[in-house]
């Protein structure tokens, strides 16, 4: 996102996947935005935080999926295949299979559509709108919820995405982001508020119903609580202990 310099009320959005976000932020070229968790610690001289703002899970997110031909247990020694799309959502998956399987695997990106993906290899990780309408055609095989698998094996929420800033810009653009943190505070207030009518205009209603999305809505957190904090720095230590950052 990018601040015009007219006024706080005025942006303008850049879309993108989140990977490219996060170098789009880290060269400058965003303001500001919401960004991987894995950029900010692998970068956090370069970045502020914005407060009380986040994208996380307490148990199962629903569109981080690992679908797989074999339980997530009998995975060791093969190549699973991920989205080259996130890099925090492949962090996560290798702890999840080193920490907590005791599982080896050689993570590949790919972007090949998991019908052509899961004949190849025994697993492929999707992540976003491709997962959310992918688990509603493979009934046959294991579908595993990573958000879901974190919870359960550390008891606290993970945190996909912080909302971050430039370091130097938010020094130099202390009023504006001052205005910048009310704005998105009461947008997302008003959101909570109105998943009912943002679902009824969503892309994604043709393929999703509207009451699976705002399901899948509700169940995401948007605060950086306590808890949310601690889920957080499990997973900078992790992260550490793997080389991830």
């Given at each position: 996102m990018l601040l015009k310099e007219s006024g706080c009320e005025e942006y303008e959005?850049?879309?993108?996947?989140?990977?490219?976000l996060n170098r789009k932020i880290r060269e400058g070229e965003i303001d500001v935005g919401?960004?991987?968790?894995?950029?900010?610690?692998?970068?956090?001289?370069?970045?502020?935080?914005?407060?009380?703002?986040?994208?996380?899970?307490?148990?199962?997110?629903?569109?981080?999926?690992?679908?797989s031909r074999m339980p997530i247990e009998s995975l060791d020694g093969l190549t699973v295949l991920t989205s080259s799309q996130s890099e925090t959502s492949v962090a996560l998956l290798q702890i999840?299979?080193?920490?907590?399987?005791?599982?080896?695997?050689?993570?590949?990106?790919?972007?090949?559509?998991?019908?052509?993906?899961?004949?190849?290899?025994?697993a492929c990780m999707l992540i976003g709108d491709e997962a959310l309408i992918e688990a509603?055609?493979?009934?046959?095989?294991?579908?595993?919820?990573?958000g879901d698998l974190w919870y359960r094996h550390t008891g606290l929420p993970f945190?996909?995405?912080?909302?971050?800033?430039?370091?130097?810009?938010?020094?130099?653009?202390?009023?504006?982001?001052?205005?910048?943190?009310?704005?998105?505070?009461?947008?997302?207030?008003?959101a909570l508020k109105n998943l009912n009518t943002i679902a009824s205009v969503s892309p994604l209603r043709e393929l999703i119903s509207e009451e699976k999305l705002v399901s899948y809505?509700?169940?995401?957190?948007?605060?950086?609580?306590d808890e949310q904090k601690k889920g957080f720095e499990l997973?900078?230590?992790?992260?550490?202990e793997l080389g991830l950052i």
């Open positions: 959005f850049i879309e993108g996947v989140p990977s490219e919401p960004s991987s968790s894995i950029e900010y610690l692998r970068n956090r001289e370069k970045y502020c935080l914005i407060e009380d703002h986040s994208v996380s899970s307490k148990g199962p997110v629903g569109s981080i999926l690992l679908f999840i299979l080193t920490k907590f399987y005791g599982v080896g695997c050689l993570l590949k990106p790919t972007a090949e559509p998991l019908e052509r993906a899961i004949k190849a290899h025994a509603l055609k493979w009934p046959e095989l294991h579908i595993y919820d990573i945190t996909f995405a912080l909302w971050i800033a430039g370091k130097d810009w938010c020094v130099e653009k202390s009023g504006i982001l001052e205005r910048f943190r009310n704005d998105l505070d009461r947008a997302k207030a008003s809505w509700e169940g995401i957190s948007y605060d950086f609580g997973f900078r230590q992790y992260s550490e």
